[in-house]
């Protein structure tokens, strides 16, 4: 996964790259390819806000939490990723199956 690491009223130090590398890294197994994405850091009065944006063909997943600690933030941002990720997957093999039971109903002599 190749990601962008921009920061908003906070620098981005090598140190909390690093930790959300390894963080984003557990995603890495729901691909096959090469995937860009964005990672933004940023403070607001007291709260410390994550936004990871992947890039996926033909979609875009998305996820921003806030809590008091960056890590915090970006563990409950991979949790949501991670979800919609799964959902993301699932809803392919979900409609191919609905359309071949409609066809099959099409060509079935019983009908209830």
Do not use: W
């Amino acid at each position: 996964m190749r990601l962008k690491y921009n920061g908003k009223n906070v620098e981005v130090g090598s140190q909390l790259r690093e930790k959300a590398e390894r963080k984003l890294s557990k995603l890495d197994k729901y691909f096959q390819e090469d995937i860009e994405g964005n990672v933004t850091f940023s403070i607001v009065k007291n709260q410390k806000i994550v936004e990871v944006t992947i890039f996926l063909p033909g979609t875009i997943l998305r996820a921003e939490e806030n809590t008091a600690e960056f890590m915090d933030s970006l563990d409950r941002a991979v949790d949501a990723l991670e979800a919609q990720i799964r959902k993301h997957k699932t809803k392919l093999p979900k409609e191919i199956f609905r359309r071949r039971d409609n066809q099959i109903r099409r060509h079935c002599r019983y009908r209830p």
